[in-house]
C-alpha cells in the first residue's frame, strides 16, 4: 500500500511538473506597440508566423498616443500589477526608463546567445546603449531623408541634386540659391510653388545636426542649445520663412505631394505618401554644411522590461524580429524604417524600386542611416518631455520671426539646463 502511494504521488509530482511546463511554454508573450491599421497587420502576422515557428503565443497590446501615450500604458499597466514583457518600436528615449531600472540590459542574453551583431548596422546598434550597456535591439532606423521633385528641377533649368553624400557643391547656400530658383509667383506676386515644401525637420529635435550642431552632451548633462552650430540651424528656418521667402510654415508633406514644394525633407515613414502623389521625385543627399553632412535618424526597436514575467519569451521574439531575415524586412518596412539587418539592405532597395515604379536611389537613404547619421541623445534624458514643451515654444518664436533664433534660445538655456543637472544620470 505505502509502495501504491508512494509511486501515487510521484505520479501526481511528475504531473504537476509536466504541466506547469507546458503552461509555462504555453504563457504568451505580452507585447506592447504603437502603429496604425496597416501596420499592425504586418506585425501580427510576422509575430503569428514566429509562434508557428517557435509554439510561443503573442499578445500584441496597442496603444495610442504615440511614443509618450505607449510609456504612460506601459507605466500604468505595470503599477497595476499586469506587467508586459516587451515594448516595441522604441527609439531613443528609452533612456529615461533604463536610468530608472524599467530596463532589462541585454548584454548576457546576447553573450548567451553568441547572438551576432556585427550583423546589424553598428551606429543603429551603438545608438540603443546607455553607459556602455545594450538596453534595445533594434529592427531598423527611421530617417529623416531628403527629396525633390524632378519635374519643378527640369522646368527651372536646374541640375539635379548629386546622387552622393559629401560632394563639393552641394553646399547648404547651393540649398538656398536653388530653393530661390525654384519658387515661382503668380502675377500678383503670390508664391504657387515653394523652392522647400515645408520644415525639413522632425520637430526642433532634428533640427541641429546639419549643421554640426547637437543639443545636449552625450552624458546628458549639459545643454548645447547655444553654440554657434544650433541658433544657426534654427536662425536658418526663420530665414527661409521671412527673408529669402522660399519656404512656408507648415505642410511640408501635404505641399511637396501636391506639387507645391520642390525639395522637401521627410521621414522614411512618408514613403507611401510621395508613392500615392502624381509627382516624380527621387532621393537626394542632405547638403554640407560643414566638411562631413550628416542629418538626424531614429534607431528604432524594442526592449524587455525588467518586470517580466516571460523573460525567456520575451527574448525569444526579440531575436526572430531582430535576425530572422524575413521578419525583419516585412516588420521594418511596415514600419517606415531601414532594417538594421545589414542582410536586408539590398531587398529594401529592390522593394522601395519595384513599388515605385521607376529608378530612384535609395541608395541615398541607406547611406544616410550607415554613415551620415546623427543621433538625438537629448530623447535619452528623463526630462525630455519638459524640455520639449520648453522648445517647442522657443523654436515658434524663431520660426515665426518673433524673436532672433539667439534671443529664443538663450531665453530658455538656464532653465534647461537646470532640467538636465536635476534628472542627469
Keep these: 500500500m505505502k509502495k501504491f502511494v508512494s509511486l501515487s504521488v510521484a505520479a501526481l509530482l511528475m504531473w504537476l511538473a509536466l504541466s506547469a511546463a507546458v503552461a509555462a511554454a504555453a504563457k504568451p508573450v505580452q507585447y506592447v506597440v504603437h502603429g496604425n491599421d496597416l501596420q499592425l497587420s504586418v506585425y501580427r502576422q510576422v509575430v503569428a508566423e514566429f509562434t508557428a515557428a517557435t509554439g510561443i503565443p503573442v499578445e500584441i497590446i496597442t496603444t495610442t498616443g504615440g511614443q509618450k501615450g505607449k510609456w504612460e500604458k506601459v507605466l500604468t499597466l505595470i503599477a497595476g500589477g499586469v506587467s508586459p514583457d516587451v515594448v516595441g518600436g522604441v527609439s531613443t528615449e528609452f533612456g529615461e526608463f533604463a536610468i530608472k531600472g524599467l530596463l532589462l540590459p541585454l548584454d548576457e542574453m546576447i553573450k548567451k546567445e553568441n547572438a551576432n551583431i556585427n550583423r546589424l548596422i553598428p551606429p543603429v546598434v551603438e545608438a540603443l546603449q546607455f553607459q556602455g550597456r545594450q538596453y534595445l535591439l533594434p529592427y531598423g532606423a527611421s530617417v529623416l531623408t531628403m527629396v525633390y521633385n524632378i519635374h519643378h528641377f527640369d522646368r527651372a533649368g536646374l541640375a539635379y541634386p548629386p546622387k552622393q553624400w559629401n560632394t563639393a557643391e552641394w553646399t547648404y547656400d547651393a540649398f538656398v540659391q536653388n530653393a530661390k530658383k525654384l519658387t515661382v509667383r503668380d502675377s500678383d506676386g503670390r508664391i504657387t510653388q515653394y523652392g522647400v515644401a515645408g520644415y525639413f525637420w522632425d520637430s526642433w529635435i532634428t533640427l541641429p545636426y546639419p549643421w554640426g550642431g547637437r543639443w545636449v552632451s552625450d ?207
Design 219 to 425: 552624458d546628458l548633462r549639459t545643454f548645447l542649445g547655444t553654440s554657434e552650430e544650433a541658433i544657426a540651424s534654427l536662425q536658418a528656418f526663420q530665414d527661409l520663412i521671412h527673408q529669402h521667402q522660399v519656404m512656408p510654415t507648415a505642410g511640408a508633406v501635404a505641399n511637396f505631394t501636391a506639387g507645391k514644394g520642390a525639395m522637401a525633407g521627410l521621414g522614411t515613414w512618408n514613403i507611401l505618401s510621395l508613392i500615392d502623389s502624381n509627382e516624380e521625385w527621387d532621393f537626394m543627399p542632405w547638403f554640407r554644411v560643414k566638411e562631413t553632412a550628416q542629418a538626424a535618424i531614429n534607431p528604432i526597436g524594442y526592449c524587455i522590461l525588467n518586470t517580466s514575467t516571460n523573460l525567456e519569451g520575451a527574448w525569444e521574439l526579440v531575436k526572430w524580429i531582430t535576425w530572422n531575415k524575413k521578419a525583419n524586412l516585412e516588420y521594418a518596412i511596415a514600419a517606415g524604417a531601414i532594417p538594421a539587418l545589414l542582410d536586408n539592405l539590398p531587398e529594401w532597395r529592390s522593394h522601395w524600386q519595384k513599388v515605385i515604379g521607376r529608378p530612384v536611389t535609395p541608395d541615398i537613404v541607406i547611406q544616410q542611416a550607415a554613415v551620415h547619421g546623427a543621433i538625438i541623445q537629448i530623447r535619452k534624458s528623463p526630462a525630455f518631455w519638459t524640455i520639449n514643451d520648453i522648445m517647442n515654444t522657443a523654436a515658434t518664436q524663431a520660426i515665426y520671426n518673433r524673436k532672433s533664433a539667439r534671443t529664443a534660445l538663450m531665453e530658455v538655456a538656464d532653465v534647461i539646463q537646470e532640467l538636465l543637472r536635476q534628472t542627469a544620470p
